[in-house]
Structures are given as structure tokens and as C-alpha cells.
């Protein structure tokens, strides 16, 4: 079974620029969730998914950041336009509908604004 | 909201000593208590869970207790080896199903001394 995947694992923008990440579920996973960690501190929750729907956006900073998941499958967050403290580590995980596992995550993205 | 505290946010251990992690959390809602393991540029893995309706939970050498009462929880490795050495993350969550959003703690970075 293929993993939680990340495009692209480093990205560097200059400040002002807008960046796209992309997350691939497990397939079959309904629920997405994306997730960030700023340097030494905790992961902290941006969004949850349940296939198409955004079933929590309580998390996301502002509306500079988009996160959208068209057709269910993979989603993406953009972010327009970036600043500095938008720098971190992006992660996507997925999980089944309805049953009692945990979430597998990706690998992650490091953005870095400069 | 939830809100998770962390400790140590480092800890070295000698090779064949036990390591312990412990964390804090503050919404009496929650009853779902992953604890994660971050290996050097590699996703976060699940390496054990707990549930409230469970006191403690054995895994080879990990472990996990829960204190309901006080709100607290911990994660014991016991016979650490160098493949332990890694940051690990508590998190928790106010669904059994584990298909809510975490709330994770700032991590531990674990490091064995061979």
C-alpha cells in the first residue's frame, strides 16, 4: 500500500510569492488533514477533510492560505501571499472513515520564506 | 481549547536505561492519546495509543499509562537502543476513533548514548 505522499518535500520562496503544496491520501482514506510545525515548536492543526468537505478549518492562521481537496482524492494548500513566519514544516496525513486507527503522515514539506 | 505541555524537551539516556516521557493535557473531553515517533527527516510514525477507557497499554518495550484523574500521561521505553534515538510527540484528541483533530505536545528529542 503506497504511503502519504508530499510534493515537494523543500520549497524556498522569497516573501510576497504564493507556493503550492500537494498531499496524496492513502487511497480510500475519506479523512485528510493537514497540519504545520514551525521550528522547535509543536504540530499544530490547520484543517480536516472528510472527502470533498472541509470538516474543520479552525486551525488555518488566515485567508492567506487556501486548502482545497476537489473530487476527494488529493489536496492541495496554497499560500498567497507568502510571509516570513509562514516558514515550516508542512504535513498532510490521512485516515480511514469511521474506524479506530491513527493517521499516516507524510513526510512533510519544509517551506522557507526569505 | 486543548492545550498539551511536553517533558523533557530533551533527554539523553545510556543505551539499556529506560526513558520516560511525560505529558499534560487540559480538556477533560479527550480520550484518545497517540504518542508519535519522528526519526531524522522521516515522518511522523504512531508508535502506540491509549484510550480512556484503559488504565495502561504494552507494547514489547513501550508503554503507555494514563491518569484520567489528573490528566496525564506517559511514554516508557524500556532497554533503550540506538534506533530509539528520535523526537517523539504526544497528542490528544476528544475522539475514539482518532479521526478528530490532535493536539500535540512540543516534543521530545530522545537521544541514546551507545
Known amino acids: 500500500e503506497a504511503g502519504v505522499t508530499q510534493f515537494p518535500s523543500h520549497s524556498v520562496i522569497e516573501k510576497g510569492q504564493t507556493v503550492t503544496l500537494r498531499c496524496d491520501p492513502i487511497?480510500?482514506?475519506?479523512?485528510l488533514y493537514w497540519y504545520r510545525r514551525v521550528m522547535g515548536k509543536e504540530i499544530k492543526f490547520l484543517l480536516h477533510?472528510?472527502?470533498?468537505?472541509?470538516?474543520?478549518e479552525s486551525g488555518m492562521p488566515n485567508n492567506r492560505f487556501l486548502a482545497e481537496r476537489t473530487g476527494g482524492t488529493y489536496s492541495t494548500l496554497k499560500v498567497q501571499p507568502a510571509e516570513l513566519e509562514d516558514s515550516g514544516v508542512y504535513f498532510c496525513?490521512?485516515?480511514?472513515?469511521?474506524?479506530?486507527?491513527?493517521?499516516?503522515f507524510g513526510s512533510g514539506t519544509r517551506l522557507t520564506v526569505v | 481549547g486543548e492545550n498539551v505541555e511536553q517533558h523533557p524537551s530533551t533527554l539523553s539516556v545510556q543505551e539499556g536505561d529506560s526513558a520516560v516521557i511525560k505529558c499534560t493535557y487540559s480538556?477533560?473531553?479527550?480520550?484518545?492519546f497517540p504518542w508519535y515517533k519522528q526519526e531524522l527527516g522521516k515522518r511522523p510514525q504512531l508508535i502506540i495509543d491509549?484510550?480512556?477507557?484503559?488504565g495502561e497499554k504494552k507494547d514489547q518495550r513501550i508503554a503507555v499509562t494514563l491518569n484520567k484523574t489528573a490528566k496525564h500521561f506517559s511514554l516508557h521505553i524500556t532497554e533503550t537502543q540506538p534506533e530509539d534515538s528520535a523526537v517523539y510527540f504526544c497528542a490528544a484528541s476528544p475522539s475514539n476513533f482518532g479521526n478528530e483533530k490532535l493536539t500535540f505536545g512540543t516534543g521530545t528529542r530522545l537521544t541514546i548514548i551507545p
Open positions: 491509549i484510550r480512556s477507557n484503559v
Open positions: 496525513a490521512s485516515s480511514p472513515l469511521g474506524r479506530q486507527y491513527g493517521y499516516t
Open positions: 480538556d477533560s473531553a479527550s480520550n484518545y
Open positions: 477533510f472528510v472527502k470533498e468537505s472541509k470538516q474543520d
Open positions: 487511497s480510500g482514506h475519506d479523512n
